[in-house]
């Protein structure tokens, strides 16, 4: 019976040495495997944030380049309402003027004249009255 002890103590041992070696192996595995995981992953993050640095200097650009384009509107529409202004007194003048020019050539609806110099008293009127 103790060579039967022996042999079960010889083979358990054996066993468990195995099972350690194994076991070790398989440690060592799954920790290369986990190191190689974290330095993976800390290589994506180090190309995530170079990539997000650069997208936030491009939207940086963006931001101004918007801005820019909002002051030009900006000054655009101030032109476009200071030109309107100008365009309602223009029209106003016009029309101001087409009325004494209307009311000139009412007064002379009647004159007739044959010469020159029959004709100069009427258009001497007619500028006074338009001026």
């Known amino acids: 019976m103790d060579a039967l002890k022996f042999a079960g ?59 820019i384009q909002n002051s030009a509107i900006k000054s655009m529409h101030d032109a476009t309402v200071a030109a309107d202004k100008r365009r309602r007194a223009a029209q106003e003048l016009a029309a101001a003027n087409g009325r004494r020019l209307d009311a000139a050539q009412a007064r002379l609806a009647g004159a007739r004249a044959t010469t020159c110099d029959e004709a100069m008293p009427f258009v001497n009127q007619l500028l006074e009255s338009v001026r």
């Open 9 to 67: 103590g010889a083979i358990v041992g054996g066993i468990c040495k195995v099972a350690t070696v194994v076991l070790a192996v398989l440690l060592l595995v799954v920790t290369a495997c986990a190191g190689t995981g974290w330095w993976l992953a800390a290589a994506a993050r180090d190309e995530a944030l170079a990539r997000l640095t650069a997208e936030q200097g491009a939207s940086a650009a963006l931001r101004a380049s918007i801005g």
